[in-house]
């Protein structure tokens, strides 16, 4: 059955492992998708997808760095986690023609950190390095899954405060400035929402606040997830999850938005999981 057209759009967005994961859960309901990746223009990114809307059996699309924000504010409407993190990874064309935006990089990193890697998160003294549209996403699940604080440390302060702020729980969530990164505790959870390493740029980060038992998690993958994975390392953090699991996750819940059927995400999961190493 065709299902229709369906996209990914990012920049860059190359890398994106997102049109394999979105076949292969098609395959697993015998759809047929035209699921391709699109690379914005960033200054062009609200009319390029408003011409792949403007397509006919567009119904679709994932959005990834830079974008997530431009994603959320060009909606006609929003999920509740689009709304309150202000950014959205899922966009779909309702029956009416308008988009609605939803965010479901929160549940998905969740879901993978919980559900996969079994990390009991309540407790846990995270840390969020980067501020901009994956982190805003991952921040209020986080908080929901109890972790008791969440740090949260950007290169520009003045988006950690502005997220700190709309989570508006200043006893859990507040920020830290990046120059003191190397005095500012220990930490059980460290989560690099930073897109350097997709940029290819350098991620220059001390070793002091990896906790005894923590665990490093990039909400990237592959080649973009390399160079923090490799500091995670030489940090000797306990454990060191790459963003896969979040990907397919997140996947998921996009799928079933669009198509209402619930795919199975660990054989999918353990195929990528298989090639990428
Ligand atoms: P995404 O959707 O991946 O979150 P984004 O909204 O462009 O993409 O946000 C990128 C994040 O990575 C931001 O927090 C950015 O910091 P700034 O807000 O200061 O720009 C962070 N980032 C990007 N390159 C970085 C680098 N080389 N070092 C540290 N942080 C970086």
């Given at each position: 059955m065709q299902a229709g057209q369906f996209a990914v759009f990012g920049h860059p967005i190359s890398h994106s492992l997102s049109p394999r994961i979105h076949q292969a859960f098609a395959r697993q309901f015998g759809l047929e998708l035209d699921y391709r990746t699109i690379d914005a223009e960033p200054a062009r990114f609200a009319e390029t997808v408003r011409a792949f809307f403007a397509e006919d059996g567009a119904r679709g699309a994932n959005v990834t760095l830079p974008f997530k924000n431009a994603a959320f504010m060009l909606a006609d409407e929003c999920s509740e986690a689009a709304k309150r993190s202000g950014s959205a990874n899922v966009l779909t064309r309702l029956a009416d023609g308008r988009l609605a935006a939803h965010n479901t990089d929160g549940a998905g990193a969740v879901r993978d950190l919980?559900?996969?890697?079994?990390?009991?998160?309540?407790g846990h003294d995270a840390l969020m390095l980067g501020a901009g549209g994956a982190a805003q996403g991952v921040a209020w699940a986080l908080i929901d899954a109890g972790v008791r604080t969440l740090t949260i440390v950007n290169r520009s302060p003045e988006k950690a405060d502005a997220l700190a702020d709309a989570i508006g729980e200043p006893a859990r969530a507040h920020t830290r400035y990046w120059e003191d990164l190397d005095t500012i505790g220990s930490f059980d959870l460290i989560i690099n929402a930073t897109s350097a390493g997709v940029l290819g740029a350098p991620l220059d980060l001390p070793f002091?606040?990896?906790?005894?038992?923590a665990t490093c998690y990039d909400l990237s993958y592959g080649k973009g997830a390399a160079q923090f994975l490799a500091w995670a390392k030489v940090a000797n953090a306990k454990f060191i999850v790459d963003g896969l699991g979040m990907l397919v996750e997140t996947a998921a819940d996009a799928f079933e938005l669009w198509h209402g059927k619930r795919p199975e995400t660990d054989p999918v999961y353990h195929e990528l999981r298989a090639q990428l190493g």
């Open positions: 919980t559900d996969r890697h079994q990390l009991d998160l309540r002091g606040f990896v906790g005894n038992r």
